[in-house]
Structure formats: C-alpha cells, structure tokens
C-alpha cells in the first residue's frame, strides 16, 4: 500500500474513532422520566419551587429539598412543554444527578447523526451567604474529555446572562466560578439571604433567612 494510502487510512480511523467517541451517552442519560409518575414528580417541583418563592418574600427562615428525580421529571415534562425559550438552541433533553457535594450534568448538543452528549461533574458548595462556588471536576463530548476551564467560562456567562454577578477565582489550587446571588429583586424590598447549600445523593437542600426592608437597610450589601 503506498504511504499516502497508510496516512489516509489512518486519518480515517482516527475521525471515526472520533466520531463513535462523540456518540457516546454518559449512565446519566439512560431511561429517560416518562408517564404519570414522572408528571407527578414534575409537579412535586413546581410545588416546592412556589412555596420557595412565596417563602422568600416574606420575613423569617426558608429551606427546601429537591430531588434529583423530580429535577429530572420537570426537564423532560414541564421545560419543553412549558417554558421551550429556556434552553439555548440546539440544547436538548438536559439531565441532572446529585451525588455529595457534587452536581452532575448533561445535555444533548445538536440534532440527528451529528449530536453528542456534553457531560461535565461540578463540584458546588456555599463559600459565603449568597456566595456560590463551583469547580469543574470532569467534563466531556461523548467519551471525548473537555477542557475544564472553557466549561467553566461557558457556565459563568449563561449565569451572568441570567442575572447573577460571576467571577472566575484561583482558589485551592484550581479556578473557581464564584457566582454572587442577588438578595432580592428590587433595591427596596425584602432581602433574601441562602446561608446553606448541601448536595446529597439524590437530593439538594437549602436554607436561609429573608429580612424586612427596614433590617436589610442597614446590612451590608452580599456584593
């Protein structure tokens, strides 16, 4: 076989190694919530996510549990029936699993035959009242690894689109996303403060106090 046959041959090989890495699905992707049962868990969530809501408006301690199966439920039921704008084009069918202090996360990227499923681990915790940190621990196309810090920046300017001050921090030896959450929705008003973050398996669970507009004026401003 002439060399260029070789180069050619292995060329190939390697886009369809490539390609078969690329259509890889994480475990995370397996069974995805359909039927009542996963209806009801949708549900579950609009429910707990409204009385958190209503709880934040008014003064005095909050807290809430979600699971990761109700998560789960709501992306595949109520996001694309409901609210299809949230997702970026192109996203589809994201997917979440809690594991202790870590949030697993997966969304598929593109349509057809040219699809992949990009995944990544984060690790999450509470570095402060209203202050988020989260570390890239592994992320992927497919089988094919990513690297962390373009993950990292990519997070921080989809939660910086939403809203939410960010900065990226060198922090333990590695870059953080330090996420700052806004304490309430207008200057004069109630002040919500999130004073505890734990991530279980399965399950998410915060807590924090709400103060009246009177005591809020004369805290400290979160950032």
């Known amino acids: ?9 292995a060329v190939g090989g390697v886009l369809l190694l490539a390609a078969l890495g690329l259509k890889h699905e994480p475990a995370i992707f397996s069974g995805a919530p359909t039927g009542p049962e996963a209806d009801r868990a949708a549900a579950r969530l609009v429910t707990k996510g409204s009385a958190l809501h209503a709880a934040l408006g008014r ?8 699971t990761d199966s109700e998560a789960n439920a709501w992306l595949a039921t109520d996001l694309p029936r409901n609210h299809p704008r949230l997702l970026p084009r192109g996203f589809a069918d994201p997917r979440v699993r ?9 969304v598929r990227l593109g349509s057809g035959p040219l699809s992949t ?6 690790e999450v915790s509470l570095r402060g009242v209203n202050q988020l940190g989260i570390a890239v621990a592994a ?3 497919g089988l094919l690894p990513l690297p962390t810090r373009p993950v990292l920046a990519e997070i921080a300017r989809r939660i910086a689109a939403a809203g939410a001050a960010t900065e990226l921090r060198p922090l333990d030896g590695r870059i953080v996303l330090v996420v700052y959450i806004p304490g309430g929705t207008a200057a004069a008003g109630p002040r919500w403060r999130l004073e505890s973050l734990r991530v279980d398996a399965g399950e998410a669970f915060l807590a924090g106090t709400t103060v009246a507009e009177q005591a809020a004026a004369g805290e400290p401003a979160d950032h």
């Open 1 to 9: 076989m002439p060399p260029v046959a070789w180069v050619a041959a």
């Open 59 to 66: 003064s005095g301690p909050w807290g809430a549990a979600f």
């Open 98 to 106: 809690f594991h202790p202090r870590h949030v697993e996360a997966a």
């Open 117 to 122: 499923v990009v995944w990544c681990d984060l």
């Open 139 to 141: 992320a992927s196309a």
